[in-house]
């Protein structure tokens, strides 16, 4: 048997459809229903929590689905093997993170559900709930801002705050994974060498470790920074040419970086 559950909150969102939700989610207010205030007390003292959410608007008869909105070409998964919102039980897990606390209002970021939708738990976020380097399918975005965006937001969540080396990353980033596709596959190994912000958000988004296997080498250096990509079969060295302004898609590869593609085996 399973118990009654009571909602405890509800979700204020300027999104209305789930299909207008962006990937990496959105800021929204957390409305906790006053009878639960007390259990809000000291959670400004955690960064990030999990939302347990109920998606009201979501099918329950649906047990494979292709992730469309990530790319059409993906093959089908069991909804248990994947994200999707329609599942037989529609129950959502969210990482978000706290911004701020204004009484029984908790205004987070990167939140992934509608105006409306109902909150059935809220749970502190603990280091002990990272798996750096998991082992899990890649869905690949079929459009470059996709795959731009999921290599950025990596990147960021690992190295915390924007600056250019993390912009820099991402586009090195960027143009190794046309190359490679997944950018975390255990055969992939990466050689960063530059600065500490750099080779942090290399990590972030390859989720290459220094050992345990090693995937990721670094040396420290002002010179012009660089990334090797090695698999067995390709290597691929990028070099900054420092000569652009910015590291976004709008400004072209070539004038960024120096390529050098080297088939190896």
């Given at each position: 048997m399973i118990p009654e559950i009571h909602q405890i909150g509800v979700?204020?969102?300027?999104?209305?459809?789930?299909?207008d939700i962006p990937r990496g989610g959105t800021d929204a207010v957390i409305e906790v229903d006053p009878a639960y205030a007390d259990a809000l007390l000291r959670i400004e003292e955690h960064s990030h929590l999990?939302?347990?959410?109920?998606?009201?608007?979501?099918?329950?008869?649906?047990?494979?689905?292709?992730?469309?909105?990530?790319?059409?070409?993906?093959p089908e998964y069991g909804v248990f093997g994947a994200r999707a919102f329609k599942r037989p039980n529609p129950i959502a897990l969210t990482r978000v993170r706290l911004e701020k606390v204004e009484g029984?209002?908790?205004h987070v970021s990167g939140c992934d559900a509608i105006d409306g939708t109902p909150v059935l738990d809220i749970k502190a976020y603990h280091e002990g709930d990272c798996v750096f380097s998991p082992r899990a399918p890649y869905f690949r975005p079929a459009s470059p801002e996709?795959?731009?965006?999921?290599?950025?937001?990596?990147?960021?969540?690992?190295?915390?705050?924007?600056?250019?080396?993390?912009?820099?990353?991402t586009r090195m980033a960027f143009i190794a994974e046309e190359t490679f596709g997944s950018l975390t596959v255990p055969e992939l190994t990466v050689r960063v060498e530059g600065s500490l912000c750099l080779v942090d958000a290399i990590q972030g988004i390859t989720r290459a470790r220094f050992a345990n296997p090693r995937r990721l080498f670094f040396t420290e250096r002002s010179g012009p920074p660089a990334t090797i990509w090695e698999t067995p079969a390709m290597r691929v060295a990028i070099t900054d040419r420092g000569t652009a302004?910015?590291?976004?898609?709008?400004?072209?590869?070539?004038?960024l970086f120096e390529v050098k593609l080297e088939p190896l085996g």
């Open positions: 979700v204020r969102s300027s999104i209305h459809e789930p299909g999990w939302l347990l959410m109920w998606f009201h608007q979501a099918s329950r008869d649906v047990l494979r689905v292709t992730p469309v909105k990530i790319n059409p070409d993906l029984a209002r908790l996709g795959r731009w965006s999921l290599i950025y937001r990596r990147a960021l969540g690992h190295h915390q705050e924007p600056c250019e080396d993390v912009m820099r990353a302004p910015s590291y976004g898609l709008d400004v072209a590869a070539e004038d």
